[in-house]
Structure formats: C-alpha cells, structure tokens
C-alpha cells in the first residue's frame, strides 16, 4: 500500500511539472536563445530588454530549439515606439525570417493578431473593441496557444484572435521575440514560460 501511494504521489508530481511547463528565459542571461542582427538584446534586474541599436534595423532573439505544438505565456511592457512581436513555427536566416508573429505593438495597431512575414502579410487582427485591452508603458500579459492548424491569442486575459490555417499548422521552428526597425525601441519581456501540448 505505501509503495503504490509513493508511486501516486511522484506520478502527480511529474504531471504538475508537465503542466506548469518550462521558463524559457532564466532571468539571469540568455541561454537558450540566439541573437539575430544588430539590436541590442540583454539582461537587466531580471527582465529581458530588447532595445534599437545604432542601425535601427529589424533585430530578433530566437530560441535555439523548435517549437511546434505549445502554449506560451509571457509578459511585456513596452516603451518609446514599443514594436515587437513574438514569432512562431519560423525561421530565420539573417534578420529575414519566414513564419508568423503574434503582434506586439503601440495603441490601436493590432497588437494580438497575426502577421505572416514575407508572405501574406495580416492575417487576423483583433476587432476594434479589442484595442484598449493592451495597457501601453504597463506590464500586460500575452498568451499564445498554438496546435496543429490553431493560434489563438490572449491579451490580458481577453481572447484577441483564434485562427486557423494550414499553412501554419504544416510549419515547425524557433520561437522568436523581435524588434521592429526604424529606432527608438525598447521593450522589456519577462516570465516567459512553455508548455509542449
């Protein structure tokens, strides 16, 4: 009876630890992750910063492992222009990269919906209504649940898009935080945790 209990009890916490996933950023520097281009990408009391760099270019962290089926949830607060994303099932060759962002972005421009690079361009945007869920120069709470053919996005715990499409549910890569270009950037990121489903 006491050895079926303490295999029980193991058992339930091996689900806990599957269930609770794993922190992708370590707060304490960026293992795990691969710079691409030229922006600054470092660590500061625990947060992630992504800051523009002198050539105000397109600059992206990316995981070094591929993700494919996970729900993802992380935290943000933006500051000066504040454009970011975070990118899916892609690749990166350079600062080019081919899949689809999750938009992170100023006031009124979508932040929430989906953007395949290089490709079709918005797929979905959150409604209008949608748009004051993001609480600018605050911390806000993103989550992205992909699996198969389906994204769906969370804001703050309002759900902005759910959308699927086969070309995305064909594709397996890196997870990805970007910067936009054009300078000025800052944004910091923290609690970045994954669950495999």
């Known amino acids: 009876m006491k050895k079926i209990s303490l295999i029980a009890i193991l058992l339930s916490f091996a689900f806990v630890g599957c269930q609770s996933g794993k922190d992708l950023f370590n707060g304490e520097d960026l293992e795990g992750w691969k710079i691409h281009g030229t922006e600054k990408w470092y660590v500061e009391d625990g947060l992630l910063i992504s800051e523009s760099g002198p050539d105000k270019a ?13 729900e993802l949830n992380l935290e943000f607060k933006q500051e000066a222009d504040g454009n970011s994303g975070v990118f899916i ?8 990269i081919a899949g689809w962002q999750v938009e992170v972005a100023p006031p009124n421009l979508h932040t929430g919906g989906i953007y395949e690079s290089y490709g079709r361009g918005w797929l979905i945007k959150p409604t209008p209504e949608k748009e004051d869920v993001l609480n600018y120069g605050e911390w806000n709470k993103l989550k992205i649940r992909v699996k198969d053919n389906q994204v769906t996005s969370w804001l703050n715990g309002v759900e902005m898009v759910d959308f699927s499409d086969e070309k995305i549910g064909a594709a397996n890569g890196k997870i990805a935080l970007q910067i936009h270009d054009g300078g000025g950037i800052k944004v910091y ?3 970045i945790k994954l669950k495999q489903i």
């Not at 992206?60 to 494919?68: D, F, V, W």
């Not at 099932?89 to 080019?96: A, D, L, M, Q, V």
Request: glycine share 8%.
């Open 58 to 70: 397109y600059g992206y962290l990316a995981t070094k492992e591929n993700y494919k089926d996970f």
């Open 189 to 191: 990121w923290r609690n």
């Open 89 to 96: 099932r892609s690749e990166i060759e350079g600062t080019k």
